[in-house]
């Protein structure tokens, strides 16, 4: 019989190098804390956890002791920012340094990955080009079996293709997809959008644009029987965490 599933789901980290990067630092491990205290039985990245492509060095590392943390399977993707150009950041990185519970679904044309032990697939790909012919949820595959069918995708919810963006996402694709959950990325703030039965969220950025406006991340709840439920998880604000990591910087100082 197919079981209960906590999933948790961030996007746009956007982390960076630097001491200008530290608050995202301490918005990402607030993350992780709080996969960990949802006891959740997925972890979803849906793109952006890099700003850029040129990250090297000690952000790759804090990045694989942060998964490393994270016992439950663990699945990324990239977006606009982390695409999949020549030499991108994830491309580069080796995630197996982090557990073998990390998947970076790198297949531009899509790939589903199955957790037995969860009664769930993962479908999701990655972004390779962020330009108006990239279409982030096609070939998202029908479900299969009796599994809980989850998805993950990167790019603009529009109402319809007449938009002028770049790797757009509309209802139809949603209702079609019959995803129980969809994780998307790119939009920075909270929103859930349900068509059909498929309830698609964007997690929003675990740091938010103004100072005091709260960063988040989305816990969702699957349950044989009942509707998907998500609820928006506060990881705090930018002062507060630039707040943070500038007490993180004066104990390392006196250490």
Known sequence: MIRPLTIAHTSDVHLIDGDEGENVRVAFTRVVDAVIEHDADLFLIAGDLFDHNRIHGVVIDFVYAQLARVTCPTVIISGNHDNSEDDAVLARMNFGKAG?????????EGRVLEFPE?????????????????????GAPPRTRDLWH??????????NWGADRSSLITPAEIADSGFDYLALGHVHCHRRMLHGETLACYAGAPVSYGRDETGCMAIA?????????????????RGELAAVSRTVDKIAAVG
């Open 100 to 108: 073998r519970h990390v998947t970076l679904i790198d297949d531009a």
């Open 118 to 138: 969860l009664h769930a697939t993962v479908w999701g790909r990655c972004m390779e080009n962020h330009h108006p012919a990239h279409r982030p949820m096609a």
């Open 150 to 159: 989850i998805g993950m995708a990167h790019g603009f919810y529009v109402d």
């Open 221 to 237: 709840e699957l349950n044989p029987g009942a509707p998907a439920r998500v609820v928006e998880y506060a990881i705090g604000t």
